[in-house]
T-cell receptor, first 114, second 114 residues
Framework: QQQVKQSPQSLIVQKGGISIINCAYE??????FPWYQQFPGKGPALLIA?????SEKKEGRFTISFNKSAKQFSLHIMDSQPGDSATYFC?????????????FGGGTRLMVKP | DTEVTQTPKHLVMGMTNKKSLKCEQH?????MYWYKQKAKKPPELMFV???????INESVPSRFSPECPNSSLLNLHLHALQPEDSALYLC?????????????FGDGTRLSIL
């Protein structure tokens, strides 16, 4: 059963526009919500992350909005650039007796047109 | 440059070959992970090592054999693989006991089985 649902699967945005990716989770035990950016031929790179006691976090053009009661969180990319074209994965993390375990969303392929 | 280093970057092998993938991190992380990623899909967890001991095996076929020689190194030994095993193999590491921390990924080994 997929515990983190991500939408849309693909997204096309014009340069300078806002890209919005949404995720929803089910397990209220998750304690950390990272977003990963993956370029072709590369591994996922941590982009930005948030803890559930915070409603919003901004780093440059990237903002996470977090709604704990709705069990939803989203990534906003302001002033989207062609270099942002990549696959984005939301994830939810829980610390157990093995480590910080990630549950990934299905991914969103973003294309920013010049 | 990522803080998790994986070698080789590319590997082509026949179904009867034996090869090994290597992963190294020097962030002091005591949890290390192997993932398999198919095209357009999120990473799929294979193994977790916690304090150099195998903690999680996600029902991975025995033709994949992990090893953790020390706290910085993680190996994945491959033998008698099948064509469907062709994928990107990712290594990641994280803090073991501290929650709310991300996993850091390497750039992976692109494995092709002939």
């Amino acid at each position: 059963q997929q515990q983190v649902k991500q939408s849309p699967q693909s997204l096309i945005v014009q340069k300078g526009g806002i890209s919005i990716i949404n995720c929803a989770y089910e397990n209220t035990a998750f304690d950390y919500f990272p977003w990963y950016q993956q370029f072709p031929g590369k591994g996922p790179a941590l982009l930005i992350a948030i803890r559930p006691d915070v409603s919003e976090k901004k780093e440059g053009r990237f903002t996470i909005s977090f709604n704990k009661s709705a069990k939803q969180f989203s990534l906003h990319i302001m002033d989207s650039q062609p270099g942002d074209s990549a696959t984005y994965f939301c994830a939810a993390s829980i610390n157990n007796n093995a480590g910080n375990m990630l549950t990934f969303g299905g991914g969103t392929r973003l294309m920013v047109k010049p | 440059d990522t803080e998790v280093t994986q070698t080789p970057k590319h590997l082509v092998m026949g179904m009867t070959n034996k090869k090994s993938l290597k992963c190294e991190q020097h962030m002091g992380h005591r949890a290390m992970y192997w993932y398999k990623q198919k095209a357009k899909k999120p990473p799929e967890l294979m193994f977790v090592y916690s304090y150099e001991k195998l903690s999680i095996n996600e029902s991975v076929p025995s033709r994949f054999s992990p090893e953790c020689p020390n706290s910085s190194l993680l190996n994945l030994h491959l033998h008698a693989l099948q064509p469907e095993d062709s994928a990107l193999y990712l290594c990641a590491s994280s803090h073991r006991d501290q929650g709310g921390q991300p996993q850091h990924f390497g750039d992976g080994t692109r494995l092709s089985i002939l």
